[in-house]
């Protein structure tokens, strides 16, 4: 099996990162090495899968760069990658198989977004000997590829499978942590048929404060003009309609604004998680207000679901108390300069949203299993 190796020359800085591709940077290509060096090399890490080539893409880090305290593990392999590493998928499911992975070692966050997730993850990444992934860009690319079917799903599951091994290659001492974007729970049925021993969590939120969250920080900080609106509605359909099929599915003749279509999003998530309870999948959830008001026993009841907690708290506590997105690009003191409330229209939207679901109608809905 054959790698193929390129030098980093440039950044795309206006690349869309979360898509991650070949196309976040400017590279040159130094040649061929063998593919079996990307399992002994601990700071080479699976960045992308690249469909219409049928590749993955990996990259390669400098040494002093630690992953796992990454907020989102995709930005950081964009920021610092020095060499591109491409194989082929069929490459790439025979590499997998060298992988050893204890699924009883593993742990897996899903979430509906802004509701302490990332500092879920940085809990975990305090611990000695655990391996915690935030957001790696392959699984929601994963979810792209099921929900738009461009594959079979035997297929997809056999690629699936082989990037968990494969962004789980290096040894974990204690466990590896794996948290997706709020979208992965659209995955968490095959996770579990793959991975039936795996520790499951769910974070959530109350949908009006979650909404204001979400408009925060993915809008631009003030209630959209109805012109902006229009504007937005074609391009959020085509960014996320891929991945929320809510959104795919939704009338193209009718409106969806941007509180509209976090609401879908809010919703998908919910309903995803219940749909997997009832078909049995154990999961673990916890409240955002849970963190709010008693973090330090949310952080023990979390850590002691997960069979991780160590005898000394001390570096969780302080985890606690520091923002788990700083740096990036939503972090507090970014989001602090954005002021937002709800207008009554907004609110409306998320309402009639609500009202339209089969199950969920309320705002501070309370999913199964929650601490």
Known sequence: MIATVFEVIERNEHAHVRLASLNNFRLREQGQLPASDILENPYITLYSLDFEHKQAVFVEMPTDVDLSQAPFVVTAQHEHAKRVWTISFEALLMLAQAVDLDDSRLVSIYSVGRCGSTLASQIFAQIPGVINISEPAVLSQLVVARNI?????????????????????????????????SFVIELADWLHKLYPQTRNLFLYRHAETWLRSGLRAFGQGTAETDEESWQGDKKRREILGPLVPSIAQYDPNQPLPHAGSLSLMWLRAMERYVDHCHAGIEMLAIRYESWRSSPRQTAVAMLDYCHCRPADMTAVYEALNRDSQAASHLSRDTLGQRQRVLTDDELAELHKHLQAHGFIHEADFEVPNTI
Do not use: N, Y
């Open 149 to 181: 079917e461009t594959d079979p799903d035997d297929d997809l599951i056999l690629l699936l499978e082989a990037s968990i091994r494969l962004l789980c290659k290096t040894p974990a001492e204690t466990v590896w942590v794996i948290k997706g974007q």
